[in-house]
């Protein structure tokens, strides 16, 4: 008796084992999150605050594993190999975009888009003491001297070269008249432009907000719709007049394993989206002058795939 | 200046301050002994912990890691030949050879000594010179850099661990695995023949089978013989007279080690092997060194232990990471709500000067860390070689997983156990490997930067003054075998 007992008991909860983890169960258990870089840099101070929200508000361990490799590529393959039950989440960034065309191994269907997080502008920035005092400047000087400027940024075909290919277009200028010089890092590219190794640098305003301050570093133009409150002397680059597509911008946010249901994918962004309110992480988002820019699961796949149009776009 | 100081004391000698500097020294010192887990790796590992931590205590905890831990690379480099951080590949050139001749206290006495006179000068460098080292760190762009990697990979003409040609042998290997994964500046992928590789060959794990592994695949060829037999004797030595001898190469190594330190991106390793390099063309006793030679030990450690100050100045003056460890440091400061950068002495000035506090201070809870450790350390090298080549294969295993939390890693390890077991049989020492993977990237990336900045005219990099002098010193070093009156090793 008891033994059939047990054996039916133990039957259903294969069954429930089984079946597709229901929103309402979530979560169950320790959670999973799956960081494509390396331990220490912004994208994993961020998600480790993050897993340490969510630990707080769901009262269960969320691990954090670096699988940081091939831009990425390591980290969706251990995606890949997860369950679709919300009990594991990836952290994701522009750069998934730019292994997708490097690789072919990957592409956006190979995860679930599950939440947006944050936003960071990109801007144009000169050191103090260079000659170009506006984004005017430097096109005119390109225009009367192409080949003697250069432009640091992060990689070739990035978030960082596509940006700056758009500004080069509105400015009519030919795509060899000012060199793209990539460093490993836009952090490497600031550091080189404030040496005078090269004269523009594109980044983000984290990277030259101090610099600034210190007066090192002049913004020409940030690449958003309004002036940003941390920048609030250096121009848009509509009001330098140049019209540019200003929804480019760099990401961060959460990815799931595929065929992850969409109604699991929504409670664990409200999950997120409360952690990403409280003031800890609020104050972390002010101080690392981020752009709060969190969205639901529908919303931010649209928003990346008309990002990975335009990469692919830019990349021929 | 000196009220600042003062008040840095202030700050960390509290309870969580002292707490934070001792756990730090310890924590550095596992680290840095376990090859595969470098300063970076344990510091970050550490980052969680400091979420609810006392601001100064949580910062001087991850310096300190990152002070001990290059100190404690050395003690596996001189044990076993399996270096605990990429930089102490260069002290296991003369380190692991005192070992074998029985000497592996003395090495390890050495080594303490060298590491803490480096570091102690090297921090002394650091208060006075922090701020100005700013516009040094700038000086440094792609030209440089290249001409940088260039005098590092030169040195092999003077290292002398294989004959020239042999050196060049491996050197050329280096680079030629340099060149597979993903194309620094095009993006394109290069003998990526799966997806694993697009970053090319994993570099931790390829220096831990290069040197501890294929140790290990010498000690099974040469089967269980006794172990050498160690002078205990003189496992416990404080004495100054070990390295007085050295002085001048001591404080040498330090001042390279630092001012390598503060180039960001140059890192430990070009500090140690530069210093090594430089004293060996310096000294009298040149032929000894790879043999065993005490002052390579001392070179080594002194140069290595001071570039960590030196990656602290262009943090501190314009939050710029010197080195890996210095990136994972800005995490922490972040964390903590602080924004290391150009403004960082005038808004927080707290956080510089505890820093220099918390170093001046964990300087002698190292040494004696140091100093307890080596009867210990000096004992396992009577452990019986069966129980040693199992330890060392374990501990190279796991180091190489732990490197990436991936088993890809062990496989990497393995295959260049083999290669590296396979060239010292050929009389090819791993050194020149070593040296081209740490400066290849730097040396490719930087060089087609500097071209395409200057419209690709090679003239260029001529026009800049620090490039012309660096390329100057590396025709010198790598043509001076020629020149030399002493035969050629």
């Given at each position: 008796m008891l033994s059939t007992r047990f054996v039916v008991l133990t039957a259903l909860g294969a069954a429930a084992l089984a079946l597709p983890a229901a929103a309402q169960d979530w979560p169950n258990g320790d959670i999973r999150y799956i960081l494509h870089v390396e331990p220490g840099g912004a994208t994993d101070v961020m998600a480790r605050r993050m897993a340490d929200g969510l630990q707080r508000d769901l009262g269960v361990n969320v691990v954090v594993e670096n699988r940081a490799g091939g831009s990425g590529a390591r980290q969706v393959a251990q995606m890949q190999r997860a369950?679709?039950?919300?009990?594991t989440i990836g952290s994701v960034t522009a750069s998934h975009l730019g292994m997708f065309q490097q690789t072919g191994q990957f592409d956006m269907d190979s995860v679930e888009w599950a939440c947006g997080l944050v936003l960071d502008p990109y801007l144009i920035a000169v050191r103090t003491d260079s000659s170009l005092e506006s984004l005017g400047d430097l096109v005119s000087a390109a225009k009367e001297n192409p080949g003697s400027l250069s432009v640091a940024g992060f990689?070739?075909?990035?978030g960082g070269e596509v940006a700056w290919m758009m500004f080069m277009e509105a400015a009519g200028l030919e795509d060899d008249s000012i060199n793209w010089v990539p460093y490993n890092s836009v952090g490497d590219g600031v550091v080189a432009t404030l040496g005078g190794h090269n004269q523009i640098v594109i980044a983000y305003p984290g990277l030259v907000r101090q610099h600034v301050e210190a007066g090192t570093l002049r913004v020409?133009?940030?690449?958003?719709?309004e002036r940003l409150d941390m920048l609030p002397d250096s121009p848009t680059y509509a009001e330098a007049g140049f019209d540019v597509n200003t929804s480019w911008q760099q990401f961060r946010g959460v990815i799931m394993p595929p065929e992850t249901p969409i109604e699991v994918q929504t409670t664990v962004c409200n999950a997120v989206e409360k952690v990403l309110e409280t003031p800890a992480l609020q104050q972390y988002i002010a101080d690392s002058e981020l752009v709060p820019g969190f969205m639901p699961p529908e919303e931010f796949r649209a928003f990346v795939e008309a990002q990975n149009e335009l990469t692919t776009q830019w990349a021929q | 200046m000196i009220e600042n100081i003062l008040n840095g004391f202030a700050l960390i000698f509290t309870m969580s301050g002292l707490i934070g500097i001792g756990t730090g020294i310890l924590v550095g010192y596992v680290v840095g002994a376990m090859p595969g887990l470098t300063s970076s790796i344990g510091m970050a590992l550490l980052i969680p912990f400091t979420f609810g931590m006392d601001p100064i205590a949580a910062i001087v905890m991850l310096v300190t890691i990152y002070m001990a831990s290059d100190y404690g690379g050395a003690i596996p480099a001189i044990l076993v030949n399996a270096p605990g951080q990429p930089a102490s590949a260069v002290t296991a050139f003369d380190g692991f050879a005192m070992t074998q001749r029985g000497e592996a206290g003395k090495a390890l006495n050495i080594s303490i000594m060298a590491s803490t006179v480096g570091a102690l000068i090297s921090i002394v460098f650091l208060v006075a010179t922090a701020q100005a080292m700013a516009s040094a760190a700038l000086a440094f762009g792609p030209a440089e850099y290249f001409a940088l990697a260039l005098l590092g990979l030169s040195l092999i003409a003077v290292l002398g661990t294989s004959s020239t040609l042999k050196s060049l042998v491996g050197l050329v290997f280096g680079l030629a695995i340099i060149t597979i994964g993903i194309d620094p500046i095009s993006g394109a992928t290069r003998f990526v023949f799966h997806f694993t590789l697009i970053d090319g060959i994993p570099f931790l794990p390829a220096l831990i089978g290069l040197f501890a592994l294929s140790e290990v695949f010498l000690m099974i060829e040469e089967g269980n013989r006794k172990p050498v037999q160690t002078r205990t004797k003189s496992a416990l030595d404080m004495s100054l007279r070990h390295i007085w001898p050295f002085r001048m190469t001591i404080l040498r190594s330090s001042v390279i080690g630092y001012f390598v330190g503060v180039i960001p991106g140059a890192g430990a390793t070009i500090a140690s092997l530069i210093s090594y390099g430089i004293s060996k063309r310096l000294s009298?006793?040149?032929?000894s060194y790879g043999k065993g030679n005490p002052e390579g030990v001392a070179a080594a450690e002194s140069a290595n232990n001071a570039s960590v100050s030196g990656a602290l100045a262009p943090l501190l003056?314009?939050?710029?990471?010197?080195?890996a460890s210095a990136a994972v440091l800005i995490g922490g400061l972040t964390i903590q709500g602080l924004q290391p950068g150009p403004m960082l002495f005038a808004n927080n000035p707290e956080v510089p000067y505890s820093i220099f506090a918390a170093l001046l201070v964990g300087l002698p809870v190292m040494v004696v860390i140091g100093f307890l450790g080596v009867p210990l350390w000096v004992r396992m090298t009577q452990v019986p070689r069966p129980i040693v080549a199992t330890l060392v294969t374990s501990i190279a295993m796991l180091g190489a997983y732990a490197s990436a939390n991936s088993s890809f890693e062990m496989l990497v390890t393995a295959v260049f156990g083999v290669i590296g077991y396979l060239l010292r049989k050929a009389d090819i020492h791993p050194a020149p490997i070593v040296l081209a993977l740490v400066l290849g990237e730097m040396m490719e990336a930087n060089l087609r930067r500097a071209l395409i900045t200057g419209n690709e005219s090679i003239t260029y990099l001529l026009t800049k003054p620090i490039t012309a002098v660096l390329l100057l010193m590396a025709a010198i070093i790598l043509l001076s075998p020629f020149f030399s009156r002493k035969p050629a090793t």
């Open positions: 369950r679709p039950d919300g009990q990689g070739e075909s990035s020409l133009g940030v690449m958003a719709d | 009298s006793t040149s032929e003056s314009l939050g710029i990471p010197g080195s």
